[in-house]
């Protein structure tokens, strides 16, 4: 635990300026970024005595080691670099809205040809327009399937389109009137494109002009007789109003706004959105937020500001946006707002009518989303503080762990040996430093690994050493090891090299755990320490957690440590390792499968995937092609004869494979090998988790 003090900068170094200021720990990573009208007074207020702190306040300022700062003109400009900051960074004490789901949004891809009506989630792409957000997909697909009636707009997707062009035949929504079918040159590019954009008007409220021009049709249809005509109107007419009835009206004078509110307490607040387009509420969404710091309403209502608009721009910024309190001052967040959309934007708080009224109903769901969220989460801030605690306590460490870093290794049979990292902060995983490794064995190695590579404390010792190999040479390069043994600077903006990229991104193995748990027992918890200790790395704790028992070993001892059953950090150490089991045995069968779908033919120099699917497609497999002379080869389309010497030459050295066995039956499948189309009895691999890295990034170079 530092000292504020220890980095406090002298009174005279802090400008009476507007800034943006960013808090590091020991090992030079931001953990918080703020923004102040005068830094001075500003940061003048974390150096107080510590029991007048909010108490994570003061846990933010004792992790740190140091603080420095930028000056910028302007408070608005001071918003944007903390918002930038904060996305860069994602410092782990500053508030952090968690979206409580992935939104679905009702997408027009408008630059495309062909404009696609489709549902779409993440990030937004450039020339795609967005309606919504919806609360569940199908609301979406509902209204589409209504809507379709009256704008046929292209549906499918861009295999189905090609397919149909190709054939000259359209898809079912082409044959019942629910697609215009460009595919087949029903309706021309230009044509099915005013078609799409007819659709976005309607979508944004300009739903009167379509209902007035539809009725008239159909009063033309009914005068000229064509009553066939007349009744699909009519029913294309109740469709529209079908689809307008799910958004009822409730701001008059076809209102674009966004109302927010925001429900909390001590420790956790909740933020509800409603998005009101033409006077209806076109979308909801929620977010739910930890309070890392003593904080106001109108300063979380500055921060759900910035994650809402931080990356629109236009008509995605509403003209009003409603708030229960506004930020102090208010007038560079309004400023920063208008130069989003281009045009003026209202940020106030209702006082009357029906955005009163409406904001009520916004703020009842906010409270209620809290209550669910505390009852879902049941006090999970808490239990994971108490799980750190309880994992000190038991393992001697002289503070919790608030990072923990958790191996394993996976094999089959000894093949395609690898290692998984998984690193856990705060009890919550971090998954974009998650890292996999590929085994290799100790180069000049004369003993094969039992013959099979079934080595597990070895593989856990390499694995150990490379990683924290790396993580040495890093504090060598970047001067964290100074030969006076001075860390370096540590307040203002003449800090010492430090672990990040670009000033506060750790470098891959940069950042050091407080624990490393490996998945065994003491075999594989002394190859941990050993590794550890040949590096003379002293200062992190190794321990291992057993499957059969659950108990916990520590280096050096003779008799595990046993945790209740009902302890939470028995509970965090068993996701910690479940997860490192999960993410290794993913990369293992995912190589596992690369490598049962390898062939000889991948070894003949110049021989792309084109030529040996034709080989295939013409011999039927690879045994066959093995057998076959160089003239036959030679038949091949596209096929010479020095190509064809070449791939006989290849074929003849490689062995042949073993037969494939039917495991259902026990038969021998003579006539499937490598290289032609097969089925494999492995089940398919889990899904790796979002945010984590390639297989490469956990490979030494």
């Not at 919504?132 to 209504?146: F, S």
């Not at 009224?357 to 009852?375: F, P, S, Y």
């Not at 000033?503 to 918890?525: E, N, S, T």
Request: charged letters at 30%; hydrophobic letters at 35%.
């Amino acid at each position: 635990m530092a000292d504020p003090s220890s980095y406090r900068p002298e009174p005279g170094q802090i400008p009476d300026s507007p800034g943006v200021y960013k808090f590091r720990d020991e090992h030079r990573r931001v953990i918080y970024v703020g923004k102040a009208k005068s830094l001075r007074q500003r940061l003048a207020n974390y150096f107080q005595d510590l029991a007048n702190l909010h108490p994570r306040t003061r846990s933010m300022v004792t992790t740190a080691a140091s603080v420095e700062w930028t000056v910028v003109s302007t408070e608005v400009e001071a918003l944007q670099l903390e918002y930038s900051w904060i996305k860069e960074f994602d410092p782990r004490f500053n508030v952090k809205y968690r979206d409580d789901k992935s939104y679905p949004y009702l997408a027009v891809t408008m630059n495309e040809q062909f404009p696609r009506v489709q549902v779409m989630r993440g990030h937004k792409k450039k020339g795609v327009r967005y309606f919504g957000p919806y609360a569940h997909a199908w609301a979406i697909r509902d209204t589409v399937d209504l809507l379709l009636r009256v704008f046929p707009v292209r549906t499918c997707s861009a295999g189905v389109f090609k397919n149909a062009a190709r054939t000259d035949r359209p898809c079912l929504l082409g044959y019942i009137g629910k697609c215009s079918a460009p595919c087949v040159g029903r309706i021309s590019a230009d044509d099915h494109w005013d078609l799409a954009d007819e659709f976005c008007d309607f979508m944004t409220g300009r739903t009167g002009t379509y209902l007035r021009r539809l009725e008239k049709q159909m009063a033309e249809a009914a005068e000229e007789l064509e009553y066939e005509r007349a009744a699909r109107l009519r029913d294309d007419i109740e469709a529209l109003k079908k689809a307008m009835e799910k958004n009822a009206v409730v701001l008059a004078d076809a209102t674009d706004a966004d109302l927010i509110a925001v429900a909390e307490d001590e420790l956790e607040a909740a933020v509800q959105i409603f998005h009101v387009r033409g006077g209806r509420v076109r979308g909801q969404r929620g977010w739910v937020t930890d309070k890392v710091e003593e904080i106001t309403t109108g300063a979380l209502v500055e921060h759900a500001l910035q994650q809402l608009y931080g990356e629109e721009t236009g008509d995605a910024v509403p003209r009003e946006v409603l708030v229960p309190a506004l930020p102090d001052p208010v007038e560079p967040v309004q400023q920063w707002l208008t130069e989003r959309r281009g045009s003026g934007v209202s940020l106030r708080i209702p006082q009357r009518g029906d955005k009163k009224a409406l904001m009520e109903t916004v703020q009842r769901n906010a409270q209620h989303a809290l209550v669910l969220h505390k009852t879902k989460r049941a006090s999970d801030l808490t239990t994971r503080s108490r799980a750190l605690e309880e994992i000190a306590d038991a393992l001697g460490l002289d503070s919790a762990p608030l990072r923990i870093e958790c191996y394993d290794i996976s094999h089959l049979q000894g093949e395609d040996v690898v290692a998984s990292m998984v690193v856990f902060e705060d009890g919550l995983a971090r998954k974009s430093e998650y890292r996999r490794f590929q085994i290799k064995g100790r180069a000049g190695d004369t003993q094969l690994w039992h013959g099979t590579g079934q080595d597990d404390v070895r593989s856990m010792h390499e694995v150990i050493t490379r990683r924290f190999r790396r993580y040495l040479a890093e504090k060598e390069r970047t001067g964290e090891w100074a030969e006076d043994g001075e860390p370096g600077l540590a307040g203002g903006t003449d800090a010492a090299p430090s672990l990040t990229e670009d000033d506060g991104r750790p470098k891959r193995f940069a950042y050091p755990p407080q624990l490393v748990v490996v998945d065994g027992g003491r075999p594989q918890v002394a190859a941990a320490r050993r590794a550890l200790d040949e590096l003379g790395i002293d200062d992190i704790a190794v321990c291992g957690l057993a499957k059969r028992l659950e108990e916990v070993w520590l280096p050096g001892e003779d008799d595990p440590v046993i945790l209740p059953r009902t302890s939470e950090g028995l509970y965090l150490l068993q996701r910690v390792r479940d997860e490192a089991h999960r993410f290794a045995i993913t990369y293992q069968r995912s190589k596992r499968g690369r490598r049962i779908r390898s062939s000889p033919l991948d070894d003949v120099p110049g021989l792309g995937a084109t030529r040996k699917q034709a080989l295939i497609k013409h011999f039927g497999s690879v045994k066959k092609l093995r057998s076959a002379t160089i003239d036959q080869i030679c038949e091949v389309p596209g096929i010479g004869r020095k190509t064809a010497e070449t791939i006989a030459a290849a074929l003849a050295q490689a062995a042949p494979a073993a037969p494939a066995v039917n495991t259902a039956t026990g038969e021998i499948m003579d006539d499937v090998e490598d290289g032609a189309p097969e089925t494999t009895a492995d089940a398919p691999g889990e899904p790796v988790p979002t945010g984590a890295p390639d297989e490469r990034r956990g490979q030494e170079t």
